[in-house]
């Protein structure tokens, strides 16, 4: 117990408790703490948003050999999903009447033509009933859904006028260093 005859800082301690005391309430104090434990152990769950208009133009690789409507072409590594360029689309691009998802999973990918290795968004298209032409499913380097940017069997149509998903595609973004 703190008497009235100690010192400053014991009476600092005193008026500062008693204070935090009269304008709390043990309820109003859980309840804050909490709603911050609970914010921030959802922060991590947040997706990882890349818009479109910062996506540079995926530029011609040079020695870009394969085909682009096979599962087994370089950039589709990790994709999971029907390939746009079956859906009148092309690899990098969707067809028309879709829209292309700000929100993506990545991958890296191996280009066998010249042996560098590619940092490769896979955004789906949306707007339109699934496409159901040349489906694939690869989990190269894919990781749990804890980790979202990274894994590809989520619903990626956020951001857009509609959820439903139609195809995917493979950006390359660029070299991984």
């Known amino acids: 117990m703190i008497t009235r005859d100690g ?8 008026r500062f408790t008693r204070g935090l005391a009269r ?19 959802a922060l991590p769950l947040l997706p990882v948003a890349r818009g479109q208009a910062a996506l540079p133009p ?3 690789i040079e020695g870009d050999a394969g085909d682009p409507t096979s599962c087994d072409y370089w950039r589709n590594c990790a994709i999971d ?4 360029a079956c859906c009148g689309g092309t690899a990098n691009s ?10 993506t999973w990545i991958g890296t990918c191996r280009n066998p033509a010249d042996g560098n290795d ?13 496409c159901m032409r040349c489906q694939c499913l690869r989990t190269e380097g894919e990781k749990p859904p804890y980790v979202m940017y990274k894994n590809n069997s989520l619903l990626w149509c956020f951001g857009t006028k509609s959820r439903a998903v139609h195809c995917s595609v493979s950006v390359v973004l660029g070299v991984a260093k």
């Open 7 to 14: 010192t400053a800082m014991d009476r600092l301690a005193e």
């Open 23 to 41: 304008g709390t309430s043990r309820r109003g104090l859980l309840a804050r703490l909490g709603a911050w434990l609970v914010g921030a152990a």
């Open 94 to 103: 969707c067809p028309p009447g879709t829209e292309m998802s700000p929100i």
């Open 58 to 60: 995926d530029s011609s």
């Open 118 to 130: 590619y940092v490769v968004s896979y955004n789906d298209c949306c707007g339109s009933t699934l």
């Open 81 to 84: 999903g029907f390939l746009c």
